[in-house]
């Protein structure tokens, strides 16, 4: 049985807040597999992987249509995910080839 529609703003944040604490969690796993990933790619040019990080944007556009999500939304959020973690992985690639990791 679906929940009732919230009923005040309070009630609405109080909901976002609880996504927004399920999405930190789906975030820090995949900062997990961005890190794992950093250390199996040989230069930089595979960590930045501009074709990959195309397809992944695209794919969310797609999902996005798909789960009532404004395609332009996901694709601003996945854009700024994607650049978010490729820095990450540029760090952490950056630390393993210098030796501090």
């Known amino acids: ?13 109080a909901l976002i807040d ?5 999405l930190v969690e ?3 796993q995949r900062q997990s597999l961005v890190r794992a990933a950093a ?5 930089e040019q595979a960590v930045r992987a501009p074709d990959r990080a195309e397809r992944v944007v695209v794919a969310a556009r797609l999902r ?11 694709e601003a959020v996945w854009r700024a995910m ?5 820095d990450l992985e540029l760090t952490e ?3 393993t ?3 501090h990791a």
């Open 64 to 74: 996005a249509e798909s789960a009532g999500l404004s395609p332009e939304v996901a």
């Open 82 to 86: 994607v650049g978010a973690f490729i």
């Open 39 to 43: 250390l199996l790619k040989t230069d």
């Open 97 to 99: 080839v210098s030796g």
């Open 93 to 95: 690639h950056r630390r």
């Open 26 to 28: 789906l975030l820090a």
């Open 1 to 13: 049985m679906p929940s009732p529609a919230p009923q005040s703003l309070t009630e609405i944040r």
């Open 18 to 22: 609880t996504l927004d604490g399920e």
